[in-house]
């Protein structure tokens, strides 16, 4: 193989790669803008709306906000939570609704699931959080 059509070819994937790189950084930004906007308007309510309920039926639950993430976290555990967080890992990014139950003194249950898939963060509903919420209060409550 000649050097110059070596020399083009390298070009041209550098050329590719630095496009998808580009292309990334702007998906992973519209991510970022969309969850922050689903986690005010959609899944923050959502969360406190839950602790209060949950507060109501004397299950010692509470709202937590923290930068990025909704949570509703147990006061007698730190490892007792449900949160909703953005997963940049696959693309499109996505949401995830994660669970974690302590088991006995040192074991914890750690549960990932996406939320809506195939549904754009822009689009996510209350409604869409539900499905994993509820099962996840279950077991919560339950112990």
């Known amino acids: ?4 059509e070596l020399r083009r ?3 041209r994937e550098i050329e590719r790669a630095q496009v998808k790189a580009a292309e990334r950084r702007q998906s992973g930004d519209a991510a970022h ?3 922050a906007k689903f ?3 959609v899944a923050g309510p959502l969360v406190l709306q839950t602790a209060q309920i949950l507060r109501a039926e ?3 639950f509470q709202a ?3 930068a990025g ?3 509703i976290a147990s006061e007698t555990s730190a490892n007792d939570f449900i949160e909703f967080v953005l997963d940049t ?13 302590a088991v006995g003194r040192h074991n914890v249950e750690v549960e990932e699931v996406p939320i809506a898939p195939g549904t754009p963060i822009s689009e996510l509903r209350d409604t869409d959080l539900l499905p994993f919420l509820l099962p996840a209060i279950g077991r919560l409550a339950a112990r």
């Open 89 to 101: 890992s696959v693309r499109p990014p996505r949401v995830l609704g994660r669970s974690s139950v």
């Open 64 to 66: 937590q906000t923290p």
């Open 9 to 11: 070819q390298i070009l």
């Open 1 to 4: 193989m000649e050097v110059a």
């Open 58 to 60: 004397r299950l010692p």
């Open 39 to 41: 986690i005010v308007e």
């Open 69 to 71: 993430s909704a949570r």
């Open 33 to 35: 803008s969309a969850y």
